[in-house]
């Protein structure tokens, strides 16, 4: 409970009508979860606009309306602040109703492309071996210390921010471990004021359909970073040729990781197979349950912000080489006949590149099967090239539906195989189906790789979350 003219005297104001001193009970963005004297942010969204809800709010019970201009009908019972920027002011607002948690907890925010969720897992479980008190917001799942709460967006909205970062600080956490995703920075659900450390992964195309063009993704990653203050520090992928870009006007001090150029924190890939990876990490050979070579970047960054913590080296080797994947990435099923099953998130051309590259560094004899698809309503620019490296790195593809949202799957099939460069593909729409033929299919030793989903339990058809789990269908078939 706080008084309306304490939590709006950061923000940029227009005009105000009504009382400012009036007591505010709860926020929301959302009318149909408004209680009696809550304060309602009116936010024009891509599909909808909250100024249409103003009435179903107050009918709900909202004594404060947040808007960007006054309804027609004005309610003399209801204070409306008019404000220059509503996604600003969502975000200042939240953040003093639940007395500026950001100030008193460490946040560590990931971006880029690639490796967000897994980097994020590493740092969370990392952190939390060595003792200290962490908190994850993720793609996969939020926690507060080791109670998982449910994850909707890679990053939540800022009153679902504030709110979980006021659980941590209760719970006496000292970390916040976060993805940002460029959806996140544009809309001012984080900012970079508020970060003690920024991670850059990499940077290759994605979310076109809303950013519209590639230099307009770079330069919205690049805010984050030219947010942070003088007090905060940046560790960049020094292998990925944007990172340059994204840190030239960055206060923080800067940090780097890589396995090619010259970094602080410098690596080299000895060892790379089905058991895991060996990494020499500043002349110190080191053995990893995790697969995968790009892997490798996402344990180089968790080192990177170890050595950046002062945590001494032979303790952040310790347990660096005993943290596992997350699920849903590079997730393997050992199956009958030698026979591997692979779950992985790769839904983007370079993530899935990636994945068929190190499947093809230790298949030896086998047959890569890959089924993937692409999400509807999405960057449409990336199938064709998604359909191009599945059919080059493969020697048999699937082509199915992955959350085709309200786009005609048809189309969105026929854009991945538009890219395909060889005939070695099917077309199989019903998603379990194509992974039953997959199986029915492989012989021995064969590796089938089912991208795209990873740790989601469900697909987007229509409007609706229908019910499916790529892990557990392979695993009932192969086992």
């Known amino acids: ?28 963005d959302n009318s149909k979860l408004v209680k ?63 007395r500026d948690p950001a100030k008193k907890i460490k946040i560590i925010a990931v971006t880029g492309t690639n490796g967000k969720t897994s980097i994020v897992f590493f740092l969370y479980n990392f952190l939390s071996s060595l003792g200290l008190k962490v908190g994850m917001l993720s793609t996969i799942e939020n926690r507060v210390l080791d109670k998982k709460i449910k994850s909707k967006l890679t990053t939540p909205s800022p009153i679902q921010l504030h709110m979980l970062l006021d659980n941590m600080i209760k719970n006496s956490c000292e970390y916040c471990i976060m993805e940002a995703s460029s959806h996140s920075i544009d809309q001012k659900r984080i900012m970079g004021k508020d970060i003690f450390i920024g991670i ?69 890939i000895i060892e790379s197979g089905t058991n895991g990876i060996k990494i020499k990490i500043d002349n110190v050979n080191v053995n990893f349950n995790v697969i995968g070579d790009f892997n490798a970047y996402n344990l180089l960054s968790v080192y990177a912000v170890a050595k950046v913590l002062k945590i001494e080296t032979d303790i952040i080797f310790k347990h660096l080489s005993k943290l596992d ?18 779950i992985d998130y790769a839904h983007t051309p370079d993530a899935l590149e990636n994945v068929l590259i190190n499947i093809s560094n230790f298949k030896r004899e086998a047959k890569v099967i890959t089924i993937v698809g692409a999400g509807g309503d999405r960057d449409k620019s990336k199938r064709p090239e998604m359909g191009k490296i599945a059919t080059g790195l493969s020697d048999h593809v699937i082509f199915t539906s992955d959350n085709p949202r309200n786009e005609n799957e048809e189309n969105i099939l026929n854009d991945l195989v538009k890219g395909a460069i060889r005939k070695n593909f099917i077309i199989i729409s019903d998603r379990k189906k194509a992974i039953q033929q997959a199986c029915l299919n492989y012989k021995k030793d064969s590796i089938i790789l089912v991208a795209g989903k990873g740790h989601e339990k469900y697909q987007i058809i229509g409007e609706k979350s229908i019910p499916h789990d790529d892990k557990e269908i392979l695993k009932n078939i192969i086992l």
């Open 1 to 28: 409970m706080r008084k309306l003219k304490e939590i709006i005297s950061n923000i940029k104001i227009i005009k105000t009508v009504g009382d400012t001193n009036t007591t505010v009970e709860g926020i929301t």
């Open 36 to 98: 009696r004297n809550y304060l309602f942010f009116a936010v024009k969204g891509i599909s909808l606009d909250g100024h249409r809800y103003i009435d179903s709010a107050i009918e709900n019970g909202s004594k404060v309306i947040i808007c960007t201009h006054l309804p027609i009908k004005i309610n003399l019972n209801i204070c409306y602040v008019v404000v220059e920027n509503i996604r600003e002011s969502v975000y200042s607002i939240s953040s003093k109703y639940y």
């Open 200 to 268: 850059f992964s990499n940077l290759s195309h994605d979310h076109l359909d809303y950013h519209k063009t590639f230099i307009n993704y770079i330069n919205t990653k690049k805010i984050l970073f030219d947010d942070l203050p003088k007090t905060s520090y940046s560790i960049i992928n020094s292998d990925d040729k944007r990172s340059e870009y994204l840190i030239q006007n960055t206060k923080s001090k800067v940090f780097s990781y890589g396995l090619k150029k010259i970094s602080d924190s410098k690596g080299k």
């Open 325 to 342: 994947t997350p699920i849903g990435r590079m997730d393997f099923i050992h199956g009958k006949n030698n026979v591997i099953g692979i």
